[in-house]
């Protein structure tokens, strides 16, 4: 189900974000909105994903649109991405989805079940395997096009306790490393976000386009502006090609309390 908000005429491509929830998902389809991208922003809440879309869409005075996806079933990404696709080319896929835990306290291997294990492998790997297969032929077809996959801490070192989302975020990792050897030589780039700390809220409510937002000094407690880390993905889709960062690894000044 595909719900919209337009108020202007595309002047770009197609900037499709998976996995926007309140905090970085909602900053980063924001500041591809205020660049003048249409914008389709993805995830399993359609209600919220709607009041999200109409936000963003009053701000930027850009084209929004709401579409429902589950990225741990791959029929519904096929039909989600139907819809993406129905508004034409997409310029810039940013895979941003995670399978949430019920607690972030640490979990004894023996105590996690196999399901909840093949549900975090999926929404972290087998989803963005999905979405970028539906995305690249048209990349290469027109010789340019972006893939940014969000990473974190947990897709560089295994953590005693997080095997659900070490083994996730380790396979997404792998699977950027083999698009950008794959694809950028055909014009696509792709790269890895490695977000080292907690994203906090967004600084007083600016928007990603403020440059008053993007101080140089970071939360007090640690945690990262969303509205900050959305500018490095915008900086990594507008790199030039001979110069392309295939992974960056972000963090707060102040050493965050989880990583």
């Not at 993406?84 to 972030?104: D, I, K, R, T």
């Not at 549900?119 to 972290?124: F, G, H, Q, R, T």
């Not at 995305?135 to 290469?140: S, T």
């Not at 915008?234 to 990583?259: G, Y």
Request: aromatic share 8%; glycine share 10%.
């Amino acid at each position: 189900m595909m719900r919209g908000i337009a108020n202007s005429a595309p002047q770009r491509g197609i900037a499709a974000i998976v996995g926007v929830g309140p905090k970085l998902g909602r900053s980063i389809a924001r500041k591809f909105a205020h660049e003048g991208y249409t914008v389709a922003i993805l995830a399993r809440d359609l209600g919220r994903l709607s009041k999200f879309a109409d936000e963003i869409a009053r701000e930027e005075k850009a084209q929004v649109f709401a579409i429902r996806i589950d990225c741990s079933e791959s029929r519904s990404v096929r039909e989600a991405f139907e819809g993406v696709l129905s508004l034409g080319f997409v310029e810039v896929l940013v895979y941003n989805a995670c399978q949430q835990p019920s607690n972030w306290h640490p979990t004894h291997f023996t105590d996690i079940r196999l399901d909840s294990f093949e549900k975090s492998l999926a929404v972290s790997s087998v989803g963005a395997f999905h979405c970028a297969q539906q995305v690249l032929p048209g990349m290469v077809e027109r010789g340019k096009g972006t893939i940014l996959f969000t990473g974190c801490s947990a897709s560089l070192n295994g953590i005693a306790g997080y095997s659900e989302l070490c083994c996730g975020k380790f396979a997404l990792r792998a699977l950027s490393q083999c698009l950008s050897m794959e694809f950028q030589p055909l014009g696509v780039h792709i790269a890895h976000v490695i977000i080292g700390g907690v994203i906090g809220q967004p600084r007083g409510g600016q928007s990603s386009s403020s440059t008053a937002s993007l101080r140089t000094t970071s939360f007090g407690d640690g945690s990262m502006d969303p509205d900050a880390v959305a500018q490095t993905y915008w900086q990594l889709h507008v790199q030039d090609r001979s110069a392309w960062t295939q992974e960056i690894d972000l963090r707060p000044s102040h050493p965050p309390r989880f990583c």
